[in-house]
């Protein structure tokens, strides 16, 4: 059963594992949201769908259960079991766990955290999902993975070693005369149970159209964290395969499980062809993505807008809207010509659908025979600097006509 895609329900596909034999357990089950789930792939020719409607909790925690008690069975005494749920049913997965597992074996619950645009309903916007992960005894398997330090970490802290005080307060550590002691290798700060990892974009070529489909990048580090290479990584719930090409990738072997044919034969494919989205968000950070002109926006205070991140032709959004289309704002750059800056903004209306726009001309036309831009639905506006300097430039061209007058 190794490194195959079963078709079947897991309660009887797990009978035939080894008991004893499975490292590391991650299953992404029904979310008890109570509705059905559909979603086409990229080309709208195929349709994936699953139900996850229960009646009652009782139903639903009978369902798990069941399972995951003979889950538990599968795992090495060193095993690790992750399952993934959201607000929906996250109090029946953990009561379920803690009685299964035993409380004492509550390793933590991880914080998957993520961005996504939304029309919410009235309340807060949902983002985040749960994974919860618990050791089937307390010699579990672990990797410890670190990140960067903090902006706001002090090069103190990183240096020099640290201890406590006689009031259990911490301390700089220092030797016997009284110098501060350096501190050891440091490798960075270890992985904390809140994870920063962008969801799938809809252009994203791992992105295959079966709902809730997760990235690879989620899943790899939950099996760089408790296993190594050659270990047996179990999905029970598969659906589109990614658990099982993340462990590929890694060099771990796998079992996943489906009972829908069109999961495991995209599950197939998957592994056939594994694809992986790099995120240039987690390389570069997210204030690289904070490429807003500041200085053009400041023009803008007073108004209820939405910066927006690296778009030549669109400096800012309004929040308010002329018939049903976006408000587009744009502010000439310096060294461009408000020829140019009209342009980028026409185009970008143009892919923006947007009727209306303002244009904000911070320079003076060069050139004797320069007519300000004409597009439609297009307003150009002065800003308050270039107001001034065509005013000063009046006020001079008044003086220089009153001095002739003079000299005559």
């Not at 139903?59 to 069941?66: C, I, N, S, V």
């Not at 985040?128 to 960067?148: G, W």
């Amino acid at each position: 059963m190794i490194n195959k895609i079963i078709l079947g329900d897991c309660l009887d596909e797990m009978g035939s594992i080894e008991k004893g034999s499975i490292d590391l357990i991650y299953l992404d089950p029904p979310f008890f949201t109570e509705r059905k789930h559909k979603l086409k792939n990229r080309e709208r020719t195929k349709e994936f769908s699953f139900d996850d409607t229960w009646g009652s909790d009782k139903g639903y925690a009978q369902f798990l259960k069941e399972r995951i008690e003979l889950m538990k069975h599968l795992l090495k005494e060193e095993g690790s079991i992750f399952v993934h749920c959201d607000k929906s049913g996250e109090h029946i997965v953990r009561a379920i766990l803690d009685n299964v597992f035993g409380a004492e074996n509550f390793q933590s619950e991880i914080i998957w955290s993520y961005k996504r645009w939304s029309n919410s309903k009235k309340g807060l916007l949902p983002s985040h999902q749960n994974i919860y992960f618990y050791s089937k005894s307390k010699k579990f398997k672990f990797n410890s993975i670190y990140t960067s330090y903090s902006e706001t970490t002090n090069i103190d802290q990183i240096l020099q070693r640290r201890t406590r005080d006689e009031h259990n307060k911490s301390i700089y550590d220092r030797d016997s005369d009284g110098n501060i002691k350096h501190g050891d290798k440091k490798k960075g700060v270890p992985l904390s149970d809140v994870w920063d990892i962008p969801y799938l974009n809809p252009k994203a070529k791992e992105r295959v159209g079966y709902p809730t489909q997760k990235p690879v990048l989620l899943l790899e580090q939950i099996i760089q964290l408790v296993t190594n290479e050659g270990d047996i990584v179990l999905d029970p719930f598969c659906g589109s395969g990614t658990t099982c090409v993340a462990a590929m990738l890694l060099g771990r072997q796998y079992i996943g499980i489906d009972k829908s044919d069109e999961a495991v034969e995209l599950s197939k494919a998957r592994i056939g062809n594994p694809i992986k989205t790099e995120s240039n968000l987690l390389k570069k950070g997210r204030d690289s993505y904070l490429n807003a002109d500041k200085e053009a926006l400041s023009l803008l205070n007073g108004l209820q807008f939405n910066p927006v991140q690296r778009n030549k032709g669109i400096d800012a959004i309004l929040v308010e809207q002329f018939d049903n289309a976006p408000i587009l704002v744009r502010v000439q750059k310096d060294q461009e010509s408000i020829d140019e800056a009209a342009s980028l903004l026409a185009k970008a209306m143009k892919t923006k659908k947007s009727k209306k726009s303002f244009l904000i001309q911070t320079q003076l036309n060069t050139g004797l025979f320069n007519s300000p831009p004409n597009f439609e639905g297009m307003i150009l506006l002065d800003s308050p600097a270039l107001q001034i300097k065509r005013a000063n430039k009046a006020l001079h061209s008044d003086e220089f006509s009153a001095a002739l007058q003079i000299r005559r």
